[in-house]
Nanobody, 120 residues
């Protein structure tokens, strides 16, 4: 199985920046996609950014140009650089790993989440 740990959240003023980290451990060899999700109180969890094992990236339109997702396959880590943050970005951010890259099936794994709070 895969274990994910997020870090880097905190309190920041609008216009500021944060860098989130997610490190995977355990059986990481079969991991393919590693997306970042977020969930604000009373709202559905939404996909923020995603990066595949080949480096292809996808972004929520509202964060495109402000957020950058990257990964280090040697460290089994994925990062989310968040610039020009706005109040609407306030949420708990979660990373996810899909280990379906090998034969025999796969599963989805979630981190515990890290809080990002943006003040006006």
């Amino acid at each position: 199985q895969v274990h994910l740990v997020e870090s880097g959240g905190g309190l920041v003023q609008a216009g500021g920046s944060l860098r989130l980290s997610c490190v995977a451990s355990g059986d990481t060899i079969c991991i393919t996609n590693m997306p970042w999700y977020r969930q604000a109180p009373g709202k559905e969890r939404e996909l923020v950014a995603m990066i595949t094992d080949t480096g292809a990236t996808h972004y929520l339109p509202s964060v495109r140009g402000r957020f950058t997702i990257s990964r280090d396959n040697f460290k089994n880590a994925v990062y989310l650089q968040m610039n020009n943050l706005s109040v609407e970005d306030t949420a708990v951010y979660y990373c996810k790993a899909d280990d379906s890259g090998c034969l025999g099936g796969g599963s989805d794994y979630w981190g515990q989440g890290t809080q990002v709070t943006v003040s006006a």
